[in-house]
């Protein structure tokens, strides 16, 4: 069976400052791991994804996250925060089907 | 280009009264599928269809159930609405390829009272 465990159900940081959002995944096949965001009162928006192309993805708006199998983890990062990347984060994992299994997700706040 | 539309936005019923969310995508995709999103739990999935003729249960089916009309519509029917059905619906589609990934509509927030 495959699961998805968020560290961290609100994050908190500064404008300017680094965003890690923390992801581990369980899973008897190679992964294939996504991150979405959420902005309040709307649906979600993908940000990148492993396909196992390349450990170190790219995504929008100056995000990337790195998959490293010894940990099984996906974490998400920023350099530098703005107030526009407050929102909701979710990390998953597809299973067949292309199914997904969400983590519990991890609000982003970002203080001025 | 609409992508993933879904009616209505809101929606209050009382107990027991029935009515179906309605999707549709305009990419072109094969695979659909239902969510319902509760605070805390992420996004669980309810139904999904592969493709045209199919659907099958996800991992919270029960006092549900879908009908895909065809390859562009999805709709999910709440046939006797309970409390606990409060939540917020996603309808999201994905074209066929082992790394392609969902796309969402805007959700529909579900109030049973």
């Known amino acids: 069976a495959q699961s998805v465990t968020q560290l961290g159900s609100h994050v908190s940081v500064s404008e300017g400052a680094l965003v890690l959002l923390r992801c581990n995944y369980s899973?008897?096949?190679?992964?294939?791991l996504f991150w979405y965001v959420q902005y309040p009162n709307q649906g979600l928006q993908l940000l990148l994804k492993?396909?196992?192309?390349?450990?170190l993805v790219k995504g929008i708006n100056g995000f990337e996250a790195e998959f490293k199998k010894s940990e099984t983890s996906f974490h998400l990062t920023k350099p530098s925060a703005h107030m526009s990347d407050a929102a909701e984060y979710f990390c998953a994992v597809s299973g067949l089907g292309g199914k997904l299994i969400f983590g519990q997700g991890t609000e982003l706040s970002v203080k001025p | 280009n609409a992508g993933v539309t879904q009616t209505p936005k809101f929606q209050v019923l009382k107990t027991g009264q029935s009515m179906t969310l309605q999707c549709a995508q305009d990419m072109n995709h094969n695979s659909m599928y239902w969510y319902r999103q509760d605070p805390g739990m992420g996004l669980r999935l309810i139904y999904y269809?592969?493709?045209?003729?199919?659907?099958d249960k996800g991992e919270v089916p029960n006092g549900y159930n879908v009908s895909r009309l065809n390859k562009r519509e999805f709709s999910l029917r709440l046939e006797s609405a309970a409390p606990s059905q409060t939540s917020v619906y996603f309808c999201?589609?994905?074209?066929?390829?082992?790394?392609?990934?969902?796309?969402f509509g805007p959700g529909t927030r579900l109030t049973v009272l």
């Open positions: 999201a589609s994905r074209r066929a390829g082992i790394y392609n990934e969902q796309f």
């Open positions: 492993y396909t196992s192309a390349a450990t």
């Open positions: 269809s592969a493709s045209e003729g199919t659907t």
């Open positions: 899973s008897s096949v190679p992964p294939y």
